[in-house]
């Protein structure tokens, strides 16, 4: 399959979090990148936007606003790559009425762009799913055999998008990666996420929320080591593919914010409240089919990775320039 300098590549959710850094990162491979995103307002499109301005600066990126959901496909072009990253994001959101986005955007948007794709596919549709998928695991770490368990109804539409992509691979000849992240984080992290509301609280000298008693713990995966998954899993691996994308580091949520302490250089001020229904004790993901099949093992620690984010953080919210 074509990749490399010369290829081109859709990035869907192109302003997003992870969007954002996978374009940059195919632009500065010599990758032409299509972008698409709709910039819903799940958090502030001017932050979407603000990811982006790197890559509106390169002749080579061309950004399409349109939701998947509902427009018609057609203006997509035929590429090289499909990295299907745009979803409602979220465990907390997606209970009661707000669940009919979650569908929407991760279900319906799924299946219709794998219906643009199925007559003419791309060398590799690789899609963005969640160690959600899992829920509370049977077991610790947790490999891409287990049953998939969802705790929560965001869980439950990321599974089906990646039932949605392996059954389209098996009846249209597709090549497909589902990359199951485990808690991404770094600059640029989305507003809800936990150290990127750790870093703004600190920075604020307000109360930081802490769900539950601190002492759950989560896999968290550096986001370049989620864009490098990525970008591996474009040429590399079997036809269809499911792998785990964490390993990197896995820590209590009280030890990551002693961690940013030190890295901001302020003291936490603790709120505990009650943890949330669809939020598992513990995820840790067992990485070994990561190594094995696209030859790569998470490199970022803990420490190294925060102290990137903290530092994006106070250019966010101290009034350097932030990227």
Not at 68 to 97: E, N, Y
Not at 157 to 185: D, I, S
Not at 203 to 232: C, K, M, W
Not at 243 to 260: F, K, P, R, Y
Request: net charge neutral; with cysteine; aromatic share 10%.
């Amino acid at each position: 399959m074509t990749s490399g300098p010369g290829s081109h590549a859709l990035v869907t959710g192109a302003a997003g979090f992870i969007g954002s850094h996978l374009t940059e990162r195919l632009l500065a491979d010599g990758v032409a990148v299509t972008g698409v995103d709709c910039f819903t307002d799940y958090y502030d499109p001017a932050l979407k936007r603000r990811n982006l301005e790197r890559a509106l600066a390169n002749p080579r990126f061309r950004l399409l606003e349109l939701d998947l959901g509902a427009a018609d496909l057609g203006a997509l072009p035929d590429v090289d790559v499909v990295f299907h990253q745009a979803a409602q994001a979220g465990v907390r959101a997606s209970w009661g009425a707000d669940f009919a986005s979650y569908a929407h955007h991760n279900v319906l948007a799924t299946q219709r762009l794998l219906e643009r794709y199925r007559e003419r596919p791309p060398g590799r549709f690789v899609y963005a799913s969640s160690s959600s998928v899992y829920g509370d695991a049977e077991k610790y770490p947790t490999d891409e055999g287990m049953l998939p368990r969802p705790f929560s109804p965001y869980g439950v539409t990321k599974l089906a998008g990646e039932h949605l992509v392996l059954l389209y691979a098996r009846n249209f000849g597709m090549k497909v990666a589902a990359l199951r992240y485990f808690t991404v984080y770094g600059p640029r992290q989305r507003p809800d996420m936990g150290f990127h509301r750790f870093c703004r609280a600190m920075l604020h000298g307000e109360p930081l929320v802490v769900y539950g008693d601190g002492r759950q713990s989560r896999d968290f995966t550096y986001i370049d080591d989620a864009v490098e998954a990525n970008v591996r899993a474009w040429t590399r691996g079997g036809p269809q593919i499911v792998l785990n994308v964490g390993g990197g580091s896995q820590v209590e949520v009280l030890e990551a914010i002693a961690i940013l302490e030190r890295a901001l250089g302020v003291p936490a001020k603790l709120d505990f409240r009650e943890r949330p229904p669809g939020d598992p004790l513990r995820t840790r993901a067992d990485a070994t089919r990561l190594r094995d099949e696209l030859d790569f093992v998470p490199a970022v620690g803990i420490e190294a990775g925060l102290a990137a984010e903290a530092a994006w953080a106070r250019g966010l919210y101290g009034g350097a320039p932030a990227r």
